[in-house]
Structure formats: C-alpha cells, structure tokens
T-cell receptor
Framework: KAGVTQTPRYLIKTRGQQVTLSCSPI?????VSWYQQTPGQGLQFLFE???????NKGNFPGRFSGRQFSNSRSEMNVSTLELGDSALYLC??????????????FGSGTRLTVV | GESVGLHLPTLSVQEGDNSIINCAYS??????FIWYKQESGKGPQFIID?????DKRQGQRVTVLLNKTVKHLSLQIAATQPGDSAVYFC??????????FGAGTTVTVRA
C-alpha cells in the first residue's frame, strides 16, 4: 500500500514568489495535516483538513493557505515567499474523523528553499 | 544503559546498551501521545503510542512510560542498534486535529 506522497521533493523559489505543494494521502485516509519543520522552531502545525473542510489552523500568517479535494488529496500554498519560509513541509494523513487520535502517517516532505 | 532525567537535545549511546529518552508535555488535556523517529531525509515515522488511561506500553524493543502527574513521557529502547540513530520526537494531542511536538532528541549509536 502506497504511503503519503508529497510532490515535489525539492523546490527553490525566489523571495516574493508563491508556491504550491501537493500531498496525496494513503488510500482511504480522509484527514490530512500539514506541518512546517525548521531547525529553529522544530515541527509546527499549519492546518488540518477532513472531508474538504479545514478544522484547525496553526499560528501562521495568512500567506499560508491550503485546501483539500474530494479525493482527499491536499495542497498548500504560500504566497509572497520570505527567506524564513525555507523549511521542510510535511504532510500527514489519518484514517478517520478523529485525525490526531488515530495516529498520523507522514510523508517524506517537500524541502523548500527561498533565495 | 544511557539515560537522561531531563530532556536533552542529544544522546550518545553504546551499541547494545539501553537508551532512555525523556520528554515533558505541556497540555493537561492531551490524552494521546506518540513517539516518532525521524531519519535524515525522511518524514517522522511512528514508533509507539500510548493513551492517557495507561502508564506503560511495550512494543518490539521499545517501551513508553507516561507520568500524567508531572506531565512526563519517556521512550526506552532496549539493546540499541546502529539503525536506531535518528532524531526522536514526542508528540501530544491537545485536540483531535493537531499534534504538538517536543523539541526532539538526536540519538547517536557508537559502535
């Protein structure tokens, strides 16, 4: 069974640009979450979706947004990129409505570098 | 074996020894806890979990202990192997929709 798939694996963008990252959850999983990982801040929660609805959002500026499609695939978008947005962006999926309580499986992440 | 009483960012352990990694969590409402292992270039990988109605749970070579009184979680790894070298994170669930992660401990196994 395929795991959580994130594309692309690596990305280099220029300050001011915008970027879209993609996540395909494990087949049948309906809850998808996004996390940002940096050396300084560690793993920080961005947002969580279930059945195309955002149920929770972390403390990130409005430049960070996401969505989930009817097939549970999810995308996140960052507009007006800043150098500090350089990070590993991780997607995680879970089977059921209780999301975190069911345990999350993580993808390998997208490494975003902003120059 | 090697053990730490408080959370330390790094832990060096001799191959074959036991390791103990500690974590303090912050939210009294959290009722589900998970330990993840992250190897270089990969996402966090589930190791073991525990619910708040338990104080100990064992897996293959790993044991998680939960002390709700002092909001402390620990991961014990028996007979540490080179493949155990990684960063280990504890995570708590303050609600159904997110995980809050600890700072992580980098474990290095000495041959």
């Amino acid at each position: 069974k395929a795991g959580v798939t994130q594309t692309p694996r690596y990305l280099i963008k220029t300050r001011g640009q915008q970027v879209t990252l993609s996540c395909s959850p494990i087949s049948g999983h309906r809850s998808v979450s996004w996390y940002q990982q940096t050396p300084g801040q560690g793993l920080q929660f961005l947002f969580e979706y279930f059945s195309e609805t955002q149920r929770n959002k972390g403390n990130f500026p409005g430049r960070f947004s996401g969505r989930q499609f009817s097939n549970s695939r999810s995308e996140m978008n960052v507009s007006t990129l800043e150098l500090g947005d350089s990070a590993l962006y991780l997607c995680a999926s879970s089977l059921n409505r209780q999301g975190a309580q069911d345990g999350y499986t993580f993808g390998s992440g997208t490494r975003l570098t902003v120059v | 074996g090697e053990s730490v009483g408080l959370h330390l960012p790094t832990l060096s352990v001799q191959e074959g020894d036991n390791s103990i990694i500690n974590c303090a969590y912050s939210n009294s409402a959290s009722d589900y806890f998970i330990w993840y292992k992250q190897e270089s270039g990969k996402g966090p990988q589930f190791i073991i979990d525990i619910r708040s109605n338990m104080d100990k749970r064992q897996g293959q070579r790993v044991t998680v202990l939960l002390n709700k009184t002092v909001k402390h979680l620990s991961l014990q790894i028996a007979a540490t192997q080179p493949g155990d070298s990684a960063v280990y994170f504890c995570a708590e669930t303050p609600n159904d929709y997110k995980l809050s992660f600890g700072a992580g401990t980098t474990v290095t196994v000495r041959a």
